[in-house]
């Protein structure tokens, strides 16, 4: 009698466990078939990146030329310190805000 109850517990534990098993595995399938398709993305990422182009390295700026000579026009709004006919101006751009 205790043996049938025994047998009969065991194979009720098994029977659980199998169907909690069963569960999981399904959410494992899932998980891996997201893990596949995102896997397959980024492969197709990396691919469009490996054959973009190289960013061009050519500076096609204008260099600044140290040698140039702008000609800034003093009006009587401005603030000059010293000589406003002198042969040389420095001029300091602020901004007060």
Request: proline letters at 5%; charged letters at 25%.
């Amino acid at each position: 009698m205790l043996k049938n109850k025994l047998v009969k517990v065991g194979l009720g534990v098994f029977l659980l466990s199998a169907f909690m098993f069963a569960g999981v595995e399904e959410e494992l399938k899932k998980i891996n078939q997201k893990l596949d398709n995102i896997n397959t993305r980024l492969q197709s990422l990396e691919k469009k990146v490996s054959s973009a182009p190289a960013p061009n390295n050519n500076n096609n700026k204008k260099q600044a030329d140290p040698n140039k000579v702008y000609n800034i026009p003093i009006d009587e709004n401005t603030v000059v310190l010293g000589n406003p006919n002198a042969k040389i101006t420095i001029t300091k751009f602020t901004d007060f805000q």
